[in-house]
């Protein structure tokens, strides 16, 4: 079991950055496969980025070069570095992690074992 807790969410202007985390505790020692996923009021849940268990890094054409994700490993906890936010980032954010069985990149909501509550990101024009 992989226990994950966001932080890091708050109100940011328009062009403006938020840096969010992910703890992650329980059995970390296994090799997983996490993301950060965002969800709009009305919209479903949909990824923005992926990290898999060498550290490649994979992210959604909306938020190249915008977003890094990183995984500071010794210490489990997952990164969400957001620059140049705009409006349409609105939404909550989650990390999300799930045991490699596969390939990381492109998985869905469904295929996630693991969730953390969420934080809400929220930018102002």
């Known amino acids: 079991q992989v226990h994950l807790v966001e932080s890091g969410g708050g109100s940011a202007q328009d062009g403006g950055s938020l840096k969010l985390s992910c703890t992650a505790s329980g059995a970390t020692d296994i090799d997983l496969c996490m993301a950060w996923f965002r969800q709009a009021p009305g919209k479903e849940r949909q990824a923005v980025a992926y990290?898999?268990?060498?550290?490649?890094?994979n992210y959604v054409d909306s938020v190249m070069g915008r977003f890094v994700i990183s995984h500071e490993k010794p210490k489990n906890i997952l990164y969400l570095q957001m620059n140049r936010l705009e409006v349409e980032d609105t939404a909550m954010y989650y990390c999300?992690?799930?045991?490699?069985?596969?390939?990381?990149?492109?998985?869905?909501?469904?295929?996630?074992?693991?969730w953390g509550q969420g934080t809400q990101v929220t930018v102002q024009s």
């Open positions: 990290i898999n268990q060498v550290g490649n890094r």
């Open positions: 999300a992690a799930r045991r490699v069985a596969s390939w990381c990149f492109g998985r869905t909501a469904s295929d996630f074992d693991f």
